[in-house]
């Protein structure tokens, strides 16, 4: 069965602390790991797509890295408006007719400033 | 701000009562996707529509029922409504369904709060 498991469940940091999210991830065939961000009462927002090991894309202080076992998000010197739950999930090329992603539980990350 | 917009925002309703979610999809994007969030279960997929048909089920109880109409927009029908159901219900868009880049695009979320 596919699944996703994110680590830690929350983290605290201290403004301009970097640290990185970890997402494991097993899936019969990677279609695609999906990371976004997801602030309190509100939809998930998409930060990056990667497709295939050794892949790594930036956004601001953000960089999401990719191997065939697992994801992580680096957060480098963190400010505190990257406090938010990171969300992480898959998508399996065997899914079919379907896109259906398949997500971790999240990271809660707060930045003290 | 996803482009994708749902109503209602909150909804309070007692258990056995029946009510029905509304998605909006972003500009051009086919297909939609509902799912559920909550407290202890994380995101989980419900449906999927591709320019009006469904494509896909998940964990989705046979209570519920969905609906995509020819504007695209997309109804999620929640019956029998039980205190388990409350929940944030989520509704994404994406302009392909099989092939390519397909990044899901999120809604603001119904909060569904069942009494």
């Known amino acids: 069965e596919d699944q996703v498991t994110q680590s830690p469940e929350a983290l605290r940091l201290q403004e301009g602390e970097s640290s990185s999210l970890n997402c494991s991830y097993t899936?019969?065939?990677?279609?695609?790991l999906f990371w976004y961000r997801q602030d309190p009462g509100k939809g998930p927002e998409f930060l990056f797509t990667l497709y295939s090991a050794g892949e790594e894309k930036e956004k601001e202080r953000l960089k999401a890295t990719l191997t065939k076992k697992e994801s992580f998000l680096h957060i480098t010197a963190p400010k505190p408006e990257d406090s938010a739950t990171y969300l992480c999930?898959?998508?399996?090329?065997?899914?079919?007719?379907?896109?259906?992603?398949?997500f971790g539980t999240g990271t809660l990350l707060a930045v003290q400033p | 701000d996803s482009g994708v917009t749902q109503t209602p925002k909150h909804l309070i309703t007692a258990t056995g009562q029946r009510v029905t979610l509304r998605c909006s999809p972003r500009?051009?994007?086919?297909?939609v996707y509902w799912y559920q969030q909550s407290l202890d279960q994380g995101l989980q997929f419900l449906i999927q529509?591709?320019?009006?048909?469904?494509?896909a089920k998940g964990n989705i109880l046979e209570r519920f029922s969905a609906q995509q109409f020819p504007d695209l927009h997309s109804e999620l029908n929640l019956s029998s409504l039980e205190l388990g159901d409350s929940a944030l219900y989520f509704c994404?868009?994406?302009?392909?369904?099989?092939?390519?880049?397909?990044?899901?695009?999120f809604g603001p979320g119904t909060r569904l709060t069942v009494l």
């Open positions: 999930a898959v998508r399996s090329i065997y899914g079919g007719a379907t896109n259906k992603l398949i």
């Open positions: 500009s051009g994007d086919l297909s």
């Open positions: 899936v019969s065939g990677l279609r695609g």
């Open positions: 529509y591709y320019n009006g048909e469904e494509r």
């Open positions: 994404a868009s994406s302009p392909q369904d099989d092939r390519g880049d397909n990044e899901q695009f």
